[in-house]
């Protein structure tokens, strides 16, 4: 059975930074393409990274030069490094895969990071 599992997230200041990780459990990352979004309040789900097989990243422009992504094979785990954090980047985090889809179509329950300013 494939799980996601995120954790790291928290209420920081704005300029600050967290780290968020998503732990896969059931298939061995660079198998599926993953992903990290995000969900504000009244907002629709956006995303802001996209990891390739190979653990390449692309990043939404709202976040590029701001957040990096990477993954721990040994871990099997998914990071998301986040720094010089704004307000506007308040949201639900996800981690989600793609699994012999086009689409991401397994999803992590979350967490939340709250930015005040």
């Known amino acids: 059975q494939v799980q996601l599992m995120e954790s790291g997230g928290g209420s920081v200041q704005a300029g600050g930074s967290l780290r968020l990780s998503c732990t896969v459990s059931g298939y061995p990352l660079g198998k599926y393409r993953m992903g990290w979004f995000r969900q504000a309040p009244g907002m629709e789900r956006e995303g802001v990274a996209w990891i390739g097989r190979d653990g390449s990243p692309t990043y939404a422009d709202s976040v590029k030069g701001r957040f990096t992504g990477s993954q721990d094979n040994a871990k099997n785990t998914l990071y998301l490094q986040m720094n010089s954090l704004k307000p506007e980047d308040t949201a639900r985090y996800y981690c989600?895969?793609?699994?012999?889809?086009?689409?991401?179509?397994?999803w992590g329950q979350g967490t939340q990071v709250t930015v005040s300013s």
């Open positions: 989600a895969a793609s699994l012999y889809s086009i689409t991401y179509n397994t």
